[in-house]
T-cell receptor
Framework: GENVEQHPSTLSVQEGDSAVIKCTYSDSASNYFPWYKQELGKRPQLIID?????GEKKDQRIAVTLNKTAKHFSLHITETQPEDSAVYFCAASETSYDKVIFGPGTSLSVIP | DTGVSQDPRHKITKRGQNVTFRCDPISEHNRLYWYRQTLGQGPEFLTYFQNEAQLEKSRLLSDRFSAERPKGSFSTLEIQRTEQGDSAMYLC?????????????FGPGTRLTVL
């Protein structure tokens, strides 16, 4: 079955700097790669996703890249703000409505 | 509130007792998912439904766990003979398979503590 790995497990950046989280997956059948943000005590919320027919996608300060050949995908947050502090999960799935396999998470701290 | 709802939000039980959780999905969503999340980990897939049909159950899931969605609307997850290792947050999510954007929306979760 699918296995998603994620690093780093913790990341601390100064406000205004960029943050990068990297993930790998194992199942070549995966075509949908969502990223979730989970604040303490809250539910996971989708912040951005990318499908396998696209190499990069941007939404304001957030961008994701996908290298399907290498089975790598990454999240980039620019101009980080304290409210970006949370746990971020990468994930993989065959489609957006199939079961989602999550990575172990990255705890991001943005220092004011 | 038109989002995914879960009940109860918290459950404390003694080892060996049975517990049942309920999930109400977004009304037009035909798929419903159960995940389990322990502290410091990502959500782990348990099972999912399309309408009333259970499509897949995780191989890691003990026979003590059972889920159903009898009318294709709400779903229940039952854990029999609970063990301390069952303590976790149980998350429900729903989505649609209709053409277009099919994001999975998560509920607030049910936090289970087994003493």
């Amino acid at each position: 079955g699918e296995n998603v790995e994620q690093h780093p497990s913790t990341l601390s950046v100064q406000e205004g700097d960029s943050a990068v989280i990297k993930c790998t997956y194992s199942d070549s059948a995966s075509n949908y790669f969502p990223w979730y943000k989970q604040e303490l005590g809250k539910r996971p919320q989708l912040i951005i996703d990318i499908r396998s027919n696209v190499g990069e996608k941007k939404d304001q300060r957030i961008a994701v890249t996908l290298n399907k050949t290498a089975k790598h995908f990454s999240l980039h947050i620019t101009e980080t703000q304290p409210e970006d502090s949370a746990v971020y999960f990468c994930a993989a799935s065959e489609t957006s409505y199939d079961k989602v396999i999550f990575g172990p998470g990255t705890s991001l701290s943005v220092i004011p | 509130d038109t989002g995914v709802s879960q009940d109860p939000r918290h459950k404390i039980t003694k080892r060996g007792q049975n517990v049942t959780f309920r999930c109400d999905p977004i009304s037009e969503h035909n798929r419903l998912y159960w995940y389990r999340q322990t502290l410091g980990q990502g959500p782990e897939f348990l099972t999912y439904f399309q309408n009333e049909a259970q499509l897949e159950k995780s191989r890691l899931l003990s026979d003590r766990f059972s889920a159903e969605r009898p009318k294709g609307s709400f779903s229940t997850l039952e854990i029999q003979r609970t063990e301390q290792g069952d303590s976790a947050m149980y998350l429900c999510a729903s989505s649609s398979t209709s053409p277009g954007y099919n994001e999975q929306f998560f509920g607030p979760g049910t936090r289970l503590t087994v003493l």
